[in-house]
């Protein structure tokens, strides 16, 4: 289930101060609505609400529901979110073939890390946490 004005609802965490700097500038550049976003620390996050991406998965690596409901990840959600912010050029490059491998590993090792950098638990523990809470 999306938001049905947006083209794109991207799943975000919301305890991730990286992440709500990203959130914050697609917001603003969001000049017709094309975005919707939904924080997947937040309490109330119910994964069955966004076609079925359990909290974990959420917390790994970043997904975004089209309005048709196809799921995407990883750097796909944000070379879609910039296209539809117009500016798409910028992540243009992530498609090309000496190009994608780069950017897919750095994404990889950034998703793997990203709690750690930002000084959050780890997602075992997070995890954890939040079945403790529900």
């Not at 990286?18 to 917001?27: A, D, G, P, T």
């Not at 917390?59 to 990840?73: E, F, K, N, P, Y």
């Not at 990889?108 to 946490?129: V, Y």
Request: net charge neutral.
């Amino acid at each position: 289930m999306t938001t049905p004005q947006a083209d794109l609802t991207v799943l975000y965490d919301g305890g991730c101060p990286l992440c709500l700097r990203e959130v914050s500038f697609l917001r603003r550049r969001d000049q017709h609505g094309r975005l919707a976003f939904v924080d997947v620390d937040a309490p109330d996050y119910n994964p069955e609400a966004w076609e079925g991406i359990s909290y974990r998965d959420a917390m790994a690596r970043i997904h975004a529901i089209r309005s048709d409901g196809t799921v995407l990840m990883n750097v796909a959600v944000f070379r879609e979110a910039y296209r539809l912010i117009g500016l798409g050029w910028l992540y243009a490059p992530t498609t090309w073939p000496l190009v994608q491998p780069l950017v897919n590993r750095l994404y990889d090792i950034w998703a793997g890390k990203r709690l750690q950098w930002t000084g959050r638990s780890d997602l075992d523990t997070l995890c954890s946490d939040r079945c403790r809470l529900n």
